[in-house]
Nanobody, 123 residues
C-alpha cells in the first residue's frame, strides 16, 4: 500500500488549495479514504472522509463548507479541495486509507498513511 500526497503550499488567508493523493497497491473501491491534519505541537485531526460503500462524505465541523473530499477510483486518487483557508488550517496533511468501507474521522480507523504535504496559511 502506498499513498503519496502532493499540492501543499503557502497561501494567504482566504485562498484555496487542492491536495491530491496518488494511491497504489490496493483497490480504492473497497476502502474508505480520508485526510488528516497535524499542526505543530497538536494532535492529528481528521478533516474529511469518503466512504467506499455509498459514496458519502463527512467533514469535521471546523472545515465543513470549506473543504471537500473527492475520489476517483479509476485513477486511484483522492483529492481535498480547500477553500477560504484560515491560518488554523496550517499543518501537514496526510492522505489515509481506512480499515474498511465506512467513513470515520478517528485515527484508529485508518491503517495506511502517506508521508504528508505541508500547508501554510499566513499573511
Amino acid at each position: 500500500v502506498q499513498l503519496v500526497e502532493s499540492g501543499g503550499d503557502s497561501v494567504q488567508p482566504g485562498g484555496s488549495l487542492r491536495l491530491s493523493c496518488a494511491s497504489s497497491g490496493f483497490n480504492l473501491e473497497y476502502y474508505s479514504l480520508g485526510w488528516f491534519r497535524q499542526a505543530p505541537g497538536n494532535v492529528l485531526e481528521g478533516d474529511s472522509c469518503s466512504s467506499s460503500s455509498d459514496g458519502t462524505t463527512y467533514d469535521a465541523d471546523s472545515v465543513r463548507g470549506r473543504f471537500a473530499i473527492s475520489r476517483d477510483n479509476a485513477r486511484n486518487s483522492v483529492h481535498l479541495q480547500m477553500n477560504n483557508l484560515k491560518p488554523e488550517d496550517s499543518g501537514v496533511y496526510y492522505c489515509v486509507r481506512g480499515r474498511g468501507h465506512y467513513c470515520s474521522l478517528l485515527e484508529v480507523d485508518f491503517d495506511s498513511w502517506g508521508q504528508g504535504t505541508r500547508v501554510t496559511v499566513s499573511s
